[in-house]
């Protein structure tokens, strides 16, 4: 460790001493009791993970009243967005994930609607950085790309209807009763997460430190809970593809064929993160089967004559044979099939 880099944790140390001081001399007791627990929970010294009984403090503060949780909620948002040092936000970042999978409805509550003048959940850190050395550099890309995943399991969550480690319910039904653009739709924002996960940083040898290796365990557990969701919507979807009653147009045949192809290029990236972990061939060899039936409804729609229009700004295109079906994505890129 460089002299600098010990300057730094030293300096971090002192801050954080310095911050509990603080909070003994409030005379708002309840914010300041919530405001320690979460320092001690975040704080300098230690590059590990914040310990399970740390957590918990975090977790009982949502058991009490609504003004502690909304306390809770705004103290660690606050340590979050008011530091520059990357541990310390990956460690607010992972109290806030076990939040979402730990939490009482009341924290849960309290963080979907933070703040509250926006009524929405407000992580974003686009633009952190922390370039104190080298491999705080590093470090601040997982920090970007773990608070895009936390954003993604919102996401995912408020178009649900409930949270993603939610225990299992009967959802058929609901799914069966969806339209197929509305289930298109929810494929779409189901595959954002698998597309952010392998936006991972290259600094991959990271994942050697334990709070970075916590965090990639928390982030495979929301992946096999998305990969369940969307398992539930393809297949229904599969069965559309030939049914005569909600059976799949050929425009959405097309656009479902995107999803599945943008959901496969995610797998490679997946897998090299999360080795060892959800390989889940089974949900894999769904996938290629649905692609393969659609490729053949496809085929068998074209010999029928049908071809699809697909506008772009004041121009449009048909498309009358496989091999050049090209769907637009929101992200204005042309994929191939």
């Not at 309290?110 to 104190?132: E, H, K, M, V, W």
């Not at 209807?161 to 039904?173: A, D, I, M």
């Not at 339209?179 to 996960?197: A, G, M, R, V």
Request: positive net charge; aromatic residues 8%.
């Amino acid at each position: 460790m460089g002299y600098r880099t010990r300057l730094r944790a030293v300096f971090g140390l002192l801050k954080d001493k310095g911050s509990l001081i603080k909070t003994t001399l409030s005379t708002k007791r309840h914010k300041a009791s919530a405001r320690r627990v979460i320092l001690r929970a975040t704080t300098h010294g230690s590059s590990a993970p914040p310990s399970d009984h740390r957590i918990d403090a975090v977790i009982a503060l949502g058991q009490s009243s609504p003004a502690t949780a909304c306390t809770c909620i705004q103290a660690v948002m606050d340590r979050l967005h008011r530091t520059r040092n990357s541990r310390v936000a990956l460690k607010c970042l992972y109290t806030i994930h076990n939040i979402i999978g730990k939490g009482s409805f009341i924290l849960k509550d309290q963080l979907a609607t933070y703040p509250s003048f926006g009524g929405r959940n407000f992580i974003n850190l686009s633009t952190f950085r922390d370039d104190s050395d080298p491999k705080a550099s590093e470090m601040s890309a997982w920090v970007r790309w773990y608070a895009g995943m936390l954003e993604q399991n919102l996401s995912v969550s408020r178009m649900l209807g409930y949270h993603l480690n939610s225990p299992p319910r009967s959802k058929k039904e609901k799914i069966m009763g969806l339209s197929n653009s509305d289930l298109l739709k929810e494929i779409h924002l189901l595959i954002n997460f698998p597309d952010h996960i392998s936006a991972v940083p290259d600094s991959l040898y990271l994942q050697r430190e334990s709070l970075v290796y916590e965090v990639l365990r928390l982030v495979s557990e929301d992946y096999r809970f998305v990969q369940r969701e969307t398992f539930a919507r393809v297949a229904e979807l599969g069965v559309r593809v030939t049914s005569l009653g909600l059976g799949l147009s050929l425009s959405e045949c097309i656009e479902f064929l995107s999803c599945i192809s943008r959901l496969e290029g995610c797998k490679e990236r997946i897998s090299l993160l999360l080795v060892n972990r959800n390989r889940n061939d089974d949900f894999w060899d769904s996938i290629k089967e649905s692609k393969a039936n659609l490729v053949a409804t496809v085929e068998n729609k074209e010999k029928e004559g049908n071809m699809v229009v697909i506008a772009v700004g004041d121009e449009s295109t048909k498309f009358t044979g496989l091999t050049e079906l090209y769907r637009l994505e929101s992200r204005a890129r042309w994929v191939e099939f």
